[in-house]
């Protein structure tokens, strides 16, 4: 008997699995990570996803074309504006609809403040998981004036519900041009407050650059889009590349990973990629704001919207980079097919291939670099 315990118990073995999720505060939504460990050392992390699937591309072809926009909002809750706007874009192609110029400048305006909003999030939870506090209630507290701002706009601070098929539901509130541009020259010195207070602390640079490197062929041949896909070096931006809206009309840079601290694709660039974005999108607002044309805010759309049979694709620049909808029309009021292509999901599939041989807490950094966001995954 003494020899069988001796066989299965192996003491020198640390090998563990761990459950990573999901209720992990840094796993950022129900997401689990099946993690296998050799003390703090990783030998793979596997995505294991599927813990809020709602069906939402389902209703998609349940209900009509304007009563599936307020679904949208919840494919990307953070950025939800992105997500009105992909599918509007798509239903428009259907229809052969020319959207106002007035409208397709408050899409730009509401999205970039969006962006915004949304790296906020992503820069001060990245922080808090590696383990400083304040700045990310800096972070959170810039936000809130975004969304004081939106709500002003729309009637929402979350789930926006503000784009509609061949516009957008309301003009600009009077005295908000004026509180926008007030913001952004404040929020221009926050920027570089924030990066004094800790985008260049000493502490948290070690703890991001070289860890969990994605080299350019990697994120291209996985799939990563928006600043994932940029932080690796790729130089690649659906609004510029492909562009759509109003973006041809405005001047921005599209900033990419240059290896700030360590090697081009690690943590920190994926990081610091979107502290530079926000910047741009702040240009990109002000040049919306001057330059915004007078007009109807929709275009004439039928009370019964049925296009023809056919299919769409459009492609927008989300905060988490590309998000695309295929939209399927039989002829009828409701959609034959809806699929949506999402950036978090993407991510998730490089995770396996580069965990092995990352200490436990770099697993955390890797997540949070990638600023995934749960419903985007499952849908």
């Known amino acids: 008997m003494e020899k069988l315990i001796l066989r299965r118990v192996d003491r020198q073995n640390e090998e563990?699995?761990?459950?990573?999720?999901?209720?992990?505060?840094?796993?950022?939504?129900?997401?689990?990570?099946?993690?296998?460990?050799?003390?703090?050392?990783?030998?793979?992390?596997?995505?294991?996803?599927?813990?809020?699937?709602?069906?939402?591309?389902?209703?998609?072809?349940?209900?009509?074309?304007?009563?599936f926009m307020p679904y949208t909002d919840r494919v990307d809750y953070v950025a939800a504006m992105f997500a009105n706007e992909g599918y509007a874009i798509a239903v428009e192609k259907l229809l052969k609809l020319e959207v106002p110029p007035r409208a397709q400048w408050l899409r730009a305006i509401s999205c970039e403040l969006c962006r915004i909003a949304s790296h906020l999030v992503s820069v001060g939870t990245m922080v808090m998981d590696i383990g400083a506090f304040t700045p990310m209630l800096h972070g959170i507290r810039e936000r809130e004036t975004i969304n004081d701002l939106i709500e002003a706009l729309c009637g929402a601070r979350l789930t926006y519900n503000y784009h509609r098929i061949g516009g957008v539901a309301f003009d600009l509130p009077e005295g908000w041009r004026d509180k926008v541009l007030a913001f952004l020259d404040h929020f221009?010195?926050?920027?570089?407050?924030?990066?004094?207070?800790?985008?260049?602390?000493?502490?948290?640079?070690?703890?991001?650059?070289?860890?969990?490197?994605?080299?350019?062929?990697?994120?291209?041949?996985?799939?990563?889009?928006?600043?994932?896909?940029?932080?690796?070096?790729?130089?690649?931006?659906v609004r510029r590349d492909m562009p759509y809206g109003a973006?041809?009309?405005?001047?921005?840079?599209?900033?990419?990973?240059?290896?700030?601290?360590?090697?081009?694709?690690?943590?920190?660039?994926r990081y610091y990629v979107r502290c530079l974005e926000m910047a741009e999108s702040s240009k990109i607002v002000r040049q919306a704001l001057e330059s915004l044309p007078e007009g109807e805010i929709t275009a004439k759309v039928p009370r019964n919207i049925k296009p023809e049979a056919g299919e769409a694709l459009s492609r927008v620049e989300s905060a988490r980079g590309e998000m695309a909808y295929y939209v399927v029309s039989d002829g009828t009021n409701k959609?034959?097919?809806?699929?949506?292509?999402?950036?978090?999901?993407?991510?998730?599939?490089v995770i396996e291939d580069i965990s092995p041989g990352l200490m436990v807490a770099d697993l955390v950094a890797l997540i949070s670099s990638l600023d995934v966001v749960a419903p985007e995954i499952d849908r």
């Open 247 to 269: 973006y041809p009309n405005f001047q921005f840079k599209v900033p990419v990973g240059k290896g700030y601290f360590g090697v081009s694709g690690d943590s920190f660039d």
């Open 188 to 237: 221009d010195k926050f920027l570089v407050e924030y990066d004094r207070l800790i985008s260049f602390n000493e502490i948290y640079v070690k703890r991001l650059a070289n860890v969990a490197v994605i080299p350019g062929p990697m994120a291209v041949n996985y799939g990563l889009v928006g600043p994932n896909l940029r932080g690796s070096g790729v130089d690649w931006d």
């Open 335 to 349: 959609a034959y097919r809806v699929r949506v292509r999402t950036g978090s999901f993407t991510a998730m599939s």
């Open 16 to 67: 563990m699995i761990l459950n990573f999720g999901p209720q992990h505060p840094s796993t950022h939504g129900v997401i689990n990570f099946l993690v296998e460990t050799d003390g703090e050392v990783l030998k793979r992390a596997t995505p294991d996803v599927g813990y809020l699937h709602r069906s939402i591309e389902k209703i998609g072809e349940l209900v009509g074309y304007p009563g």
